[in-house]
């Protein structure tokens, strides 16, 4: 963010007035997609005890492809609850209107990640080879023409209002232990991951920002995730923690 601070001289009071402006690409608008913390199109597995935060959503995949949550379908039938969820279940099966509402939500996720993918003129190509692992990045656009390995930890720097997008054109993949940072109040909502290929986050990893998948995201045993993942394949989780923190 660019801030411009001035004092402004009122009759009896001085008052400080701050204009600012964020860094980045425009936010990607998710639309119905935006209600779930994971949603999928072909199944969501779970190795418990996972931790999720947030309501979760099927389609056009039934509800027996909601694998190791223990459901239990709500007096009307259009949603569950689960043990290892705080907040609700939806599946394409469900009495309406959840069916119609996860069509809008598969519909939305396709959206977003057409338009995230879509962008232009990026802040950088190819960085590092795609072996990112140690580096620091300031809000902005980047671009792979292959597939991105974070070994060791990164940084994300920006404020509340800063935005980034990662282009990915392959794999994403983390190793364990491995964190993706924010600082300067960079928030996890403002950072898309738009990932052509399969993404797997490595055991006890702790992750930032939507992820934005054309195929499947594996988080792997105790891998923690803030922010949401909305994959057009599968999501696997491995006792593993996914919340909606911001």
Do not use: E
């Not at 949550?69 to 394409?92: D, E, H, K, P, Y």
């Amino acid at each position: 963010m660019l801030c411009n601070s001035f004092l402004k001289v009122a009759t009896v009071s001085l008052m400080a007035i701050s204009s600012c402006t964020a860094i980045g690409p425009l936010p990607v608008f998710l639309g119905q997609a935006g209600s779930y913390v994971i949603f999928a199109k072909s199944g969501i597995s779970t190795v418990p005890s996972s931790a999720i935060t947030g309501d979760i959503g099927l389609s056009p995949a039934a509800s027996p492809y909601l694998t190791g949550s223990s459901l239990t379908r709500s007096a009307g039938g259009t949603s569950a609850s689960s043990v290892q969820v705080v907040g609700s279940l939806f599946a394409a099966d469900f009495t309406s209107p959840t069916p119609s509402l996860l069509t809008t939500g598969a519909n939305s996720m396709i959206t977003a990640y057409n338009d995230a993918a879509g962008r232009s003129n990026p802040t950088s190509i190819n960085l590092a080879a795609g072996a990112i692992g140690g580096l620091t990045f300031a809000p902005g656009l980047y671009k792979w023409t292959s597939g991105v390995s974070i070994l060791s930890s990164i940084t994300l720097t920006g404020t509340a209002v800063d935005t980034w997008i990662f282009q990915i054109s392959g794999i994403l993949i983390t190793a364990p232990g491995v964190q993706v940072t924010l600082a300067g109040g960079a928030l996890p909502k403002n950072i898309v991951w738009v990932v052509t290929d399969a993404v797997t986050l490595g055991s006890a990893s702790k992750f930032n920002g939507v992820i934005l998948a054309a195929t499947s995201v594996t988080l792997s045993t105790g891998a923690t995730l803030n922010g949401r993942i909305l994959a057009q394949t599968a999501v696997a989780l491995q006792n593993a923690v996914v919340t909606v923190n911001f």
